[in-house]
């Protein structure tokens, strides 16, 4: 018997896309509770994972902060929460553009050119760029990176997308 699906659950399973995140150890009595945030959209539609995120277990070891979403050159990319354009321009060969949300996460997108200034007030779902033509570690195909910080911890965007929450993979009976 095949247990019941959420649609995007059976659309990344038949899409053959797999989506996988690391399942913590349940928290200890004395451990802090981890903050309950609002929500984020997908900064592009549809979303079709290239790559997950990979954090290291300590800030300088290596790791992919962040996870790739397939998209095409010249796609609309999107502000997933309501903040403030805190950066917009390049970083090394890359146009990146960052919001910082009213919780204080830092949400950043690249490579992407794009469509606002920094100070500029946006709202989830708002238009902040587009997706560019420019080196990235999907080549040769498109794809938008997108990280979110916390601090100096980054976090899964996977887990902080509505509808989505943690992953977690069922064994199938």
């Known amino acids: 018997m095949r247990p019941h699906l ?18 913590s150890a349940p928290a200890e009595a004395d451990s802090p509770a981890k903050p309950s945030w609002p929500p984020l959209a997908a900064p592009v539609q549809p979303v079709a994972m290239a790559r997950s995120a990979e954090l290291p277990a300590s800030p300088w070891l290596p ?24 950066f917009a321009g390049v970083v090394v060969d890359r146009p990146v553009v960052t919001v910082t949300l009213a919780d204080g996460r830092r949400s950043s997108v690249e490579p992407v050119e794009p469509s606002v200034e920094p100070g500029s007030a946006v709202s ?29 911890t980054y976090l899964d965007p996977l887990d902080l997308l509505v509808g989505f929450g943690p992953v977690r993979l069922l064994k199938v009976s």
Not at 6 to 23: E, I, N, R, Y
Not at 67 to 86: E, H, K, M, W, Y
Not at 125 to 140: E, F, K
Request: aromatic letters at 6%; one cysteine or more; charged letters at 10%.
């Open 6 to 23: 959420p649609l995007w659950a059976a659309w990344l399973l038949a899409s053959g896309t797999l989506v996988v995140t690391a399942l």
């Open 63 to 86: 790791g992919h902060r962040g996870i790739d979403l397939r998209a095409a050159v010249g796609q609309v990319v999107f502000s997933p929460g309501a903040g403030v354009v805190t």
């Open 124 to 152: 989830r779902g708002q238009a902040v760029g587009v997706l560019a033509d420019a080196p990235g570690h999907c080549r040769p195909a498109a794809c938008v990176h997108w990280g979110v910080r916390h601090g100096d």
